[in-house]
């Protein structure tokens, strides 16, 4: 699987962002979808994951309340909304792919590339 992902940027403290993420290679609807990111110096951790439905979701505590995930199985896309950014957001996001298709943060995950996210105080 394939995995484009775009919508990072600099944002101040409070705003908001939209990453996309296009997936290609593989039959997307039946594949779970999920977000990492790594800051400078950290492991890359689980932010949010999304079956293949779209029926469940999952979050990090980190993030709960702030971020929704989504994904359009029609155009081959999964999203992360983004909201009330802080600084400790700032990290490379990656998209990442689960063929089990329940996109939950102990899964066998298949990355792409990242996008930056710099959120400035």
């Known amino acids: 699987v394939q995995l484009q992902a775009s919508g990072g940027g600099l944002v101040q403290a409070g705003g908001s962002l939209r990453l996309s993420c296009v997936a290609s290679?593989?039959?997307?609807?039946?594949?779970?979808m999920g977000w990492f990111r790594q800051a400078p110096g950290k492991e890359r951790e689980f932010v949010a994951g999304?079956?293949?439905?779209?029926?469940?979701?999952y979050y990090a505590d980190s993030v709960k309340g702030r971020f929704v995930i989504s994904r359009d199985n029609a155009k081959n896309t999964v999203f992360l909304q983004m909201n009330s950014l802080k600084s400790e957001d700032t990290a490379i996001y990656y998209c990442?792919?689960?063929?089990?298709?329940?996109?939950?943060?102990?899964?066998?995950?298949?990355w792409g590339q990242g996008t930056q996210v710099t959120v400035s105080s």
């Open positions: 990442a792919a689960d063929p089990t298709g329940w996109g939950t943060k102990v899964a066998t995950w298949y």
């Open positions: 290679g593989r039959t997307f609807s039946t594949t779970g």
């Open positions: 999304i079956s293949w439905s779209g029926g469940s979701t």
